[in-house]
């Protein structure tokens, strides 16, 4: 079984070439190992991104090394959101209309690696940091949102701090955002 177009344009993304090719193969091989830790043989790595023809399908636990490689926990987990996902034209239920929620409504978004904010809507899809881990966001600045979604990147159309328009922010381009959490409390 050749993975899917979507997933390996995502993985020739993470791994900085493209996969398709025998040496593109090799390097994603290599980086599947330094990033998680588990080896899978290269012929296998080869089968997956078309290089060498397919026997049959591939088992669980390869699939789920690549979905770890890509920052899913489990290849069900990925399968789901890349099936779910499609190109993402017409699928407006997978968004969150950030300016549809209520005020003071908090919004805990998390993406990796280890990267976390907590944010506050002021109303008209504004909003306010309150908490930043391991992000160049800072609590106090002011965010801009239209819309998040698991599995895309986190995208700030405007960002002001102290006042000043500091531009655009984008971040999560990876494996995008990991886990939305929406509290009305």
Not at 24 to 34: M, N, Q, T, Y
Not at 78 to 100: H, P, Q
């Amino acid at each position: 079984m050749t993975l899917n177009s979507l997933l390996l344009e995502k993985l020739s993304e993470k791994a900085g070439q493209d996969v398709t090719t025998p040496a593109g193969a090799s390097v994603l091989c290599l980086d599947i190992e330094l990033k998680t830790g588990i080896t899978l043989g290269l012929n296998t790595v080869k089968r997956l991104v078309g290089v060498l023809p397919s026997e049959g399908a591939p088992r669980l636990t390869t699939l789920n090394v690549v979905a770890n490689y890509l920052g899913y926990p489990t290849w069900d987990l990925l399968a789901e959101d890349t099936d779910m996902r499609g190109s993402g034209f017409g699928r407006k239920d997978i968004f969150i209309e950030m300016s549809d929620l209520e005020e003071d409504v908090e919004v805990e978004v998390c993406w990796r690696p280890g990267r976390r904010i907590l944010i506050r809507h002021d109303g008209n899809g504004q909003y306010t940091v309150l908490k930043s881990e391991n992000s160049k966001l800072l609590k106090g600045d002011i965010l801009s949102l239209s819309q998040l979604a698991i599995g895309f990147p986190f995208i700030a159309d405007k960002v002001f701090r102290d006042g000043k328009p500091l531009g655009s922010y984008r971040a999560a381009d990876g494996a995008g955002i990991t886990r939305l959490t929406i509290s009305e409390d």
